[in-house]
């Protein structure tokens, strides 16, 4: 779904930004229950190094709440038995740091 689109809908659920690697976050939203990938306008993923700058980027969005994601390859590196979902989700506000 693009930005555009998004900014538009009265109240998102959730807003979701996925810890990618070291410094990389992209987002989705939950909408009327569903998950997106959340696009510029050319159909790419917004991502960004800085997480800051993406609340920045994101703050016409109505969200209900928003979360960071990180899911860890800790079992695989190990050489452990591969877990079902083993991802993390942290409540984070906006405090507009930006």
Do not use: C, W
């Amino acid at each position: 779904m693009k930005l555009s689109k998004l900014e538009k809908y009265f109240e998102v659920e959730k807003l979701v930004f996925h810890s990618l690697d070291l410094a990389l976050y992209n987002v989705s939203a939950v909408v009327e229950g569903q998950e997106y990938i959340i696009t510029d306008e050319q159909g790419e993923r917004i991502k960004h190094h800085n997480l800051l700058q993406l609340q920045q980027l994101f703050q016409k969005v109505k969200a209900k709440k928003q979360v960071i994601r990180q899911s860890s390859a800790y079992d695989e590196m190990i050489g452990g038995p591969v877990k079902g979902n083993n991802e993390l989700e942290v409540s984070l506000g906006d405090n507009k740091l930006y």
